[in-house]
């Protein structure tokens, strides 16, 4: 009974055998009067290899037949027409010409090859279309990578931010208002809330601004154009440092801060601060939006949603960081509005010094890491 059932066993696991010792494929281009040949032959008769592998021979001396060989090497694309013929032998995506290259590579090539099927010249080149296009995203993940959003580079441009003129004058000049009418404490909790105004606004600005450059497919060459942005907007500081006044300048524009003054003379509580930091905000967007367009850019090319958010977050806290330090300086006695805005008037040309030279760094790291 049990050597039966030992014979059924056999005989159920000859299939699976005879499956996983199934021959690895190439095919064969030679011709009879070729003396290359001969040596290929002599070799694949020497050493097995026709008992190990299963070899499609095509004698290639016929039209037909080297139309068919000029298809294959049609397909691979490097090879010169002077440089055709035969010994040729293909498998996979790979081929083999010449004797000396056949006899020298054949076996170990073959064995790190699928050779599942008969290679044609369809197959090889939709195989070898797969691998360009694998190499590529490759190459677009490392590119992706090499320029990634480096966290210094976030924190630069905050800062540049955060010293903008504009945004600093704009503080000053609304705790003033409120200490004058309702004293140090208003003063504080309105200082406050105008930096949570400016911060969540310019979050929910800033998170817009991804959206529509991700839905709209925009990140291409993003990087590429965030870092002409980013000379752009260094360039037009480096012109308020030896220029300032004149034409145009990186602050609020000079006919809109009539308006700006209007309104925040108007807050004398930390809700009307809190109200007038979301309409002020739309005013600060021509001066300090560029630094965070350069940013936002970069995040929509290389980052995800999840990984965006807590960005945005540092971002924005970073930009209003000098808000809140100028609020507690005040409060605590150490920092009068008055003086504060005369540093601030003095020091004009340092602060556009500062963002001319982050932002033309930026632009000059983030264009030679594109190319």
């Known amino acids: 009974m049990k050597k039966i059932f030992l014979i059924i066993l056999l005989l159920l696991s000859l299939p699976l055998f005879s499956f996983g010792q199934e021959k690895k494929k190439a095919v064969y281009f030679y011709a009879e009067t070729c003396s290359h040949c001969k040596k290929v032959d002599e070799y694949f008769l020497a050493n097995g290899i026709y008992d190990k592998y299963d070899i499609k021979k095509i004698e ?60 044609t010249p369809e197959s090889v080149r939709k195989s070898l279309e797969e691998k360009r296009n694998l190499e590529l995203v490759q190459v677009t993940q490392a590119k992706s990578q090499k320029i990634s959003v480096p966290i210094p580079l976030l924190i630069s441009a905050a800062f540049v931010d955060a010293s903008n003129p504009c945004a600093l004058a704009v503080l000053i000049l609304l705790l003033a208002t409120v200490m004058a009418a309702k004293g ?61 006044g004149k034409g145009f300048i990186m602050e609020v524009p000079l006919s809109w801060r009539p308006k700006m003054q ?99 760094f930026i632009g000059s790291y983030l264009i030679y890491n594109w190319i």
């Not at 294959?72 to 790979?94: C, H, L």
């Open 60 to 119: 290639a001396s016929g039209a037909t037949e080297k139309q068919l060989l000029n298809e294959y090497f049609d397909v691979f694309g490097d090879v010169r027409t002077e440089d055709r013929g035969y010994p040729a032998i293909f498998f996979d995506d790979k081929k083999l010409v010449g004797d000396v290259s056949i006899n020298s590579h054949f076996v170990s090539e073959m064995e790190s090859a699928q050779g599942a099927d008969f290679s």
């Open 184 to 244: 140090k404490n208003k003063a504080l909790l309105a200082g406050l809330a105008f930096s949570l105004a400016i911060f969540t606004s310019y979050f929910l600005m800033g998170l817009g601004v991804y959206k529509a450059i991700t839905v709209f497919s925009l990140p291409k060459f993003i990087s590429l154009g965030v870092g002409i942005l980013s000379i752009i907007i260094g360039l037009a500081n480096l012109k308020d440092v030896f220029w300032y």
């Open 262 to 360: 209007e309104i925040l003379k108007k807050v004398t509580s930390p809700l009307g601060a809190l109200g007038a930091g979301f309409v002020v905000s739309l005013f600060l967007v021509p001066c300090s939006s560029g630094p965070y367009i350069v940013i936002l850019g970069l995040m929509a090319e290389k980052m995800n949603m999840g990984k965006t958010l807590p960005l945005l977050v540092l971002y924005n806290f970073i930009f209003v960081l000098p808000m809140l330090i100028i609020t507690l300086l005040m409060y605590f006695g150490s920092a009068r509005m008055g003086k504060m805005e005369a540093w601030r008037q003095k020091n004009l040309c340092f602060l556009h010094a500062i963002a001319a030279g982050v932002m033309l």
